[in-house]
């Protein structure tokens, strides 16, 4: 069923161009972009408890807008005009430490097209607490976009999102440390639950070698389960009957980036990459031995593509071309994230997965 919301996206998005050919400033973007988007997501800008324009700040540090409900802000919004990329990372720590310092848990910078949102909990400095971010002329979920309504905000349903997405990527990376650095009562423990399957057990340093080599991963459906607040049961049962290839690129329509990922599974074969194909509602998973370690999700001018590799896995050059995204919410699970809108980087990007596929392979 379409919302309100998917219907305002298809109507903006042909005027897009148009709108960046003007060189459209802040407040034209406001009024024609950022204003009817969140009003299609049942926000009253008429109301002045619900929709605070912030008061005139000489220090620039204040957002432009203030979301209310009856239990507190909900979200602050910074709007910049839409040819503004939204990488001023001055800005955003700016933005986000008044957010802290106001107690609001989330920050939103957008351009009209591109809409990016911060949680203020999470580690680092600016960029580095940026959650998630969805582009309207892309492809995006529309059940992150309806986090950001009047009534998901209500029951701080993008709250719980954050918050389980923040837990989860501090346990994982605990439970790393202690897998690379365990300690002697962990071996023992193993040791000791070793011996009642085996008889025996095995000596601490081989322990210790194996737990090295030990890739920590999740259920597959994490990142979906997480980014869904419908049931877990209907969620299973749409991808046993409906997910295919071709529903991450709207069931075949965006012609362009569904051959580039046909071109990519025949490259990947080439280089000796066998793996079986997983659709998603979110991203065709790439598995070997029923362990993701690729996911692909389909845009409108290419494909974004995650690893189940760590940036210390990488060469110095391949860094320059991906992203962490370990501390960012995101629909595929491995923390390398990197994109591709044509053939000609198929080279280096099929060096990269098959460094995941290897890494997987041998464990």
Not at 283 to 306: A, M, P, T
């Amino acid at each position: 069923m379409e919302t309100s919301t998917s219907s305002f996206v298809k109507i903006i998005r042909p005027k897009l161009c148009a709108f960046k050919s003007r060189n459209i400033n802040e407040a034209q973007t406001k009024e024609w972009l950022i204003k009817p988007f969140f009003e299609s997501l049942g926000w009253d800008f008429t109301n002045p408890d619900e929709v605070i324009p912030e008061d005139d700040d000489s220090t620039g540090k204040k957002p432009d807008y203030s979301f209310n409900l009856d239990t507190g802000t909900k979200f602050l919004l910074e709007a910049k005009p839409l040819n503004n990329p939204l990488t001023d990372n001055k800005m955003i720590t700016e933005k986000l430490n008044y957010c802290f310092n106001s107690q609001v848990p989330f920050l939103i910078i957008t351009n009209g097209e591109l809409y990016k949102i911060y949680y203020t909990e999470l580690k680092g400095v600016g960029k580095d607490k940026l959650l998630h971010e969805f582009n309207i002329s892309d492809g995006y979920d529309n059940e992150i976009l309806e986090m950001l309504s009047k009534e998901a905000l209500q029951k701080d349903l993008l709250l719980n999102y954050a918050k389980s997405i923040f837990i989860y990527t501090n346990v994982k990376t605990a439970l790393e440390k202690l897998l690379q650095d365990p300690s002697r009562k962990i071996i023992d423990i193993l040791n000791n639950s070793i011996k009642e399957v085996l008889g025996h057990k095995f000596g601490n340093d081989e322990i210790n070698e194996a737990l090295k080599n030990i890739n920590v991963t999740v259920n597959t459906d994490f990142i979906e389960r997480q980014q869904s607040y419908k049931e877990k049961k209907e969620l299973v049962t749409q991808d046993k009957e409906r997910w295919t290839v071709a529903h991450q690129f709207k069931d075949g329509k965006w012609e362009f980036s569904h051959k580039l990922y046909k071109d990519l599974v025949q490259e990947t074969k080439k280089a000796g990459i066998v793996y079986e194909e997983k659709p998603t509602k979110l991203y065709i998973g790439w598995l070997i031995s029923k362990r993701n370690f690729c996911q692909i999700h389909g845009l409108k001018s290419g494909i974004r593509i995650w690893v189940t590799l760590e940036m210390y896995d990488l060469t110095e050059q391949e860094t320059l071309k991906v992203r962490d995204v370990s501390h960012i919410g995101h629909w595929g699970m491995g923390n390398i994230e990197f994109s591709l809108n044509n053939a000609k980087d198929f080279y280096w990007a099929i060096n990269i997965i098959k460094k995941a596929y290897s890494k997987y392979s041998k464990s």
